[in-house]
């Protein structure tokens, strides 16, 4: 079965470093996104992607953020300047076109900034 | 803006047994989807259910959906211990727009 490829599955960083978050979105999807979930706390929307551009953002996607889909098949996501409320795991899924399908989400990336 | 909330938040159950749980949500639907999360783990595309429909089987799994009242439910039928992991439900609005997810219900299933 297709599946969302996250890496890495964990990622250590000092405060105030840079990270990216890498995907492979499965490959005929055209609806990317980012969620993040605290430790113990709900998932939460970050960004929704299509035809190469952000077609949502919540509150959370502030300038620290930004998304990139440098070539036919990653996905990426940057944090700059990282904080320690940072920290989550960061989940990156794809659908298909027309999306009236489940999400497929991928294992995962846990942040940890110290 | 809409909003997921399981009930109960947790749920202790013996193999066997058939687990319940609810979701509510405050504003109008396109789908509803519920999703498993094993502990530390991604989240697992369970089953998905159109504002209109009522109800949905797969396999073990039963959902349905009631839009008078902003609220779905999972059955989970003879569970089994691999069934233990953290449920969620999620809504969008529209086809392609962002899941907002519920707090989950923690369900362990005992051998």
């Known amino acids: 079965e297709p599946e969302v490829t996250q890496t890495p599955s964990h990622q250590v960083t000092q405060m105030g470093q840079e990270v990216i978050l890498r995907c492979v979105p499965i490959?005929?999807?055209?609806?990317f996104y980012w969620y993040r979930q605290i430790l113990g706390q709900k998932v939460e929307f970050l960004v929704s992607?299509?035809?190469?551009?952000?077609?949502?953002k919540s509150e959370i996607f502030d300038d620290q953020f930004s998304v990139e889909r440098p070539d036919g098949s990653n996905f990426t996501l940057k944090i700059r300047s990282t904080k320690l409320e940072d920290s989550a795991m960061y989940f990156c899924?794809?659908?298909?076109?027309?999306?009236?399908?489940?999400?497929?989400f991928g294992s995962g990336t846990r942040l940890t900034v110290v | 803006s809409q909003q997921g909330e399981e009930d109960p938040q947790a749920l202790s159950i013996q193999e066997g047994e058939n687990a319940t749980m609810n979701c509510s949500y405050k504003?109008?639907?396109?789908?509803l989807q519920w999703y498993r999360q094993n502990s530390g783990r991604g989240l697992v595309h369970l089953i998905l259910?159109?504002?209109?429909?009522r109800e949905k089987h797969s396999g073990r799994l039963r959902v349905t959906l009631d839009t008078s009242k902003k609220s779905s439910s999972l059955l989970i039928t003879a569970s089994r211990a691999a069934d233990t992991a953290s449920y969620f439900c999620?809504?969008?609005?529209?086809?392609?727009?962002?899941?907002?997810f519920g707090g989950g219900t923690r369900v362990l299933v005992k051998p």
């Open positions: 899924a794809s659908t298909g076109d027309p999306p009236n399908y489940g999400y497929t």
């Open positions: 490959s005929n999807h055209l609806y």
């Open positions: 992607f299509y035809n190469n551009e952000i077609s949502e």
């Open positions: 504003t109008s639907i396109n789908n």
């Open positions: 259910i159109r504002s209109n429909e």
């Open positions: 999620a809504t969008d609005k529209a086809a392609g727009n962002k899941l907002t």
